[in-house]
């Protein structure tokens, strides 16, 4: 009873903590992005950019249809967010007008960043339903500036996402659309209704590339957001009482995690615990909230399961004489008993490495002892390995 109490009260409180909400948008994030102006006449055509390679050149993929007047003889005009107020001119090179892509490029200035952050390409495959997005562009001709809340994916591949969206009006197309760890996922191209549509960042360097392009945007080395499967090793040790007993296996965790894109994740446990006069081996499942920050994380668990709870207790105790004096030995009696047990606790992980991070675990697992056993402590903690894929 305690044990489902207990997971469902994680459950509960995980809803809101799992909740996503949307971090400021980083400079080098929004300097990717890039205002995109069509002058012809009278008329001015406005959308955004993304850009995907700057070496003597940059180059910039934007919306076909954003540039489709530069063969009537319009100027395509480009505006950085390091230099609103300058407009450079900029040359349409490519046009796919089936995927909606173009390619164009500008000269590079000298007030041009010497690097952009190029390692903010993300994964368009892995946005599930209901998974948070966020266009930003230059609707209205209001560029730079994303909204408060994201619009939500409705589904989408490596070639095209579709979300709703309340946010995509003109001036949008071109522009990227952003995940959660802004990282950009698509390129806008459409507004239907209240949906707004976008090439998939893949399919969109992909055609570059066809074009001989050298695209340099391209996904971090280490996800933003963690890995979304994991195997973590760790020593555990009790905080209070003797630390275990010689000749016997110490204690550890071994924990597979599963983690959906809401932050809530499932887990398996096989788990040993070996303090003094006792020893508890089990297997457990779980859930657990997934927070991060940079390359450090943390994930609250809670998980049942059954274990073996095995002990000794002295029930008297016999003289040995020495040739140093008499000793008492004592006598011990053993009893195992097969029960259902909680744990509470939290994991902690630090990337180090594409894959591999240190870890460290600190919780508390209630199994139920014999009235003649020593309970078991209060707290664990521990520290090990995690490879993550």
Known sequence: MKAVVG????????????????????????NLVVQVLATGGDEEEVGAGIVVLASDRIVIATAAHVVRTAQQGAKIRVVFQFARNDTVEAKVEQVDRDLDLAAISV?????????????????????????????????????????????????????RVRFESFFVSPGSSGGALFNQQWEVVGLVTEKNSQDGVAVGIAAVTDRLRKWNYAVQLRPTSIPRAGYRTSLSVAGLAPTTGGFTQSGRMPGGRLALFFRGQQRIGWHVTALRLAPEDLAV????????????????????????GVARVKGRFQVGSYTVQSGSGTAQVPVWQSSTNDVIGVGFGADMSLLVAPHIALSEVAGHWNFRTDAQLKSIPTAFVGAGLTYAF
Not at 287 to 304: H, K, M
């Open 7 to 30: 997971l469902t009260l994680l459950v509960t409180i995980a809803g809101p903590l799992a909740a996503q909400r949307l971090s400021s948008m980083p400079l080098e994030a929004k």
């Open 107 to 159: 000269p590079r200035a000298r007030n041009t960043p010497q690097q952009f952050a190029f390692d903010r390409a993300g994964a368009p495959e892995e946005l599930e339903t209901g998974a948070f997005v966020v266009p930003v562009g230059c609707p209205e001709r209001v560029c730079w500036e994303p909204p408060v809340s994201g619009d939500r994916v409705i589904s989408a591949s490596s070639r």
């Open 281 to 304: 081996t089990g297997g457990l499942v779980g859930t657990s909230i997934s927070l991060r920050a940079g390359r450090f994380g943390i994930a609250p668990f809670g998980e049942v």
